[in-house]
């Protein structure tokens, strides 16, 4: 008995007369196709009746339908909470939500992986190759982090969110923080602040050191050559000690601007606490734009990183990668917004 053969990328290429790539990135909704071409492809598409669907598919190419979110945190272990960390951060919630929205989709599964040692990494790399799951997207917590270079050099295919820390080929999405760090200064000195003081997260985090020198560099323009930071870890609790450091050593200060919306909620609690009204005596600007903002007392003017849409870039990034190994590498990068509510 003779089994029919299922219609290919290469079938809709054919007949719509573009690349196999071309078909791949209009299929995925990736960015920079002519739009005209998108009427070709799908048309295409439905005269080979081509079924974008990797689980229908299977079968004919031996892929798993299954895609990896890998958090690689070098503070992770076995035995490490980071698990409770991982589902009560906004940030982890935003990002999986993203990805679903694209890879539902398509009938693509997510499976979590977290790595936090050097073994977890080889092991998880193997996996990969050997077919675990058809491709990775990687959020790299550490500075120093060699997971990128080892999916790539593993012919993995992999979409990292975030910008990695060293020159590695791999695609990723990310926010122009500093950008953002620049809306931020802008928007407290234009209210009248004028003794500003930062809380960053940790110095060697690409994203926090990009917000750092955005924030330093739009108040350098406006006359104000420095600048006190207190480093936190994006954390609430971190956010605190920041705080209180910050108000210890600038007792005058009438403006911070808070790396992540998380560590804002710990400066508030703080500011509460030292009797200092916000924003009447200092105004405070996070970073997110997250549920944490909404819910903080007052409501947190904020900057909007807007991470469901970056995951979900990611997502149709790696599905392009995975359909087109060779493809040149991509990088996306969104623009920041303020978000302007009671804090500032």
Not at 131 to 144: F, H, K, M, N, T
Not at 145 to 166: H, N, Y
């Amino acid at each position: 008995m003779r089994t029919e053969r299922l219609p290919t990328l290469e079938d809709v290429a054919r007949i719509a007369g573009v690349s196999r790539a071309t078909v791949s990135r209009v299929i995925n909704g990736i960015r920079n196709v002519d739009p005209q071409l998108h009427e070709v492809v799908w048309d295409a598409v439905g005269r080979t009746g081509y079924v974008p669907n990797r689980l229908a598919r299977s079968l004919v190419t031996r892929r798993t339908g299954t895609v990896a979110l890998v958090v690689s945190d070098s503070e992770s272990h076995d035995d490490d909470p980071f698990m409770s960390r991982f589902f009560a951060d906004p940030y982890f919630g935003r990002v999986v939500g993203g990805l679903m929205s694209v890879l539902r989709q398509q009938g693509v599964q997510l499976a979590l992986q977290i790595v936090g040692t050097d073994e977890a990494r080889k092991r998880l790399v193997g996996d990969l190759r050997n077919g675990q799951a058809d491709g990775a997207i990687v959020l790299s917590l550490p500075a120093v982090d060699p997971l990128p270079r080892m999916l790539t050099e593993g012919g993995v295919p992999a979409v990292l969110i975030g910008r990695p820390a060293e020159p590695v080929p791999i695609d990723y999405v990310d926010l122009a923080n500093d950008t953002g760090a620049a809306l931020a200064a802008e928007h407290l000195l234009n209210r009248g602040a004028h003794r500003l003081g930062m809380i960053s997260g940790p110095a060697d985090v690409p994203a926090s050191s990009d917000r750092v020198a955005g924030f330093r560099r739009a108040l350098a323009r406006r006359g104000h050559g420095w600048v006190p930071i207190e480093t936190g870890n994006f954390t609430r609790d971190s956010g605190e000690t920041a705080m209180r450091a910050l108000l210890a050593e600038n007792p005058q200060l009438d403006g911070v601007f808070v790396a992540n919306d998380l560590m804002a909620l710990g400066a508030l609690a703080v500011l509460r606490e030292a009797g200092r009204r916000v924003p009447k005596d200092v105004a405070v600007v996070g970073f997110d734009d997250s549920s944490a903002a909404v819910a903080a007392s007052p409501a947190l003017t904020t900057v909007r990183h807007p991470l469901e849409d970056m995951a979900a870039e990611a997502a149709r990034l790696l599905l392009a990668r995975i359909e087109d190994p060779a493809m040149r590498v991509f990088s996306v990068i969104y623009e920041p917004a303020l978000v302007e509510r009671e804090s500032a």
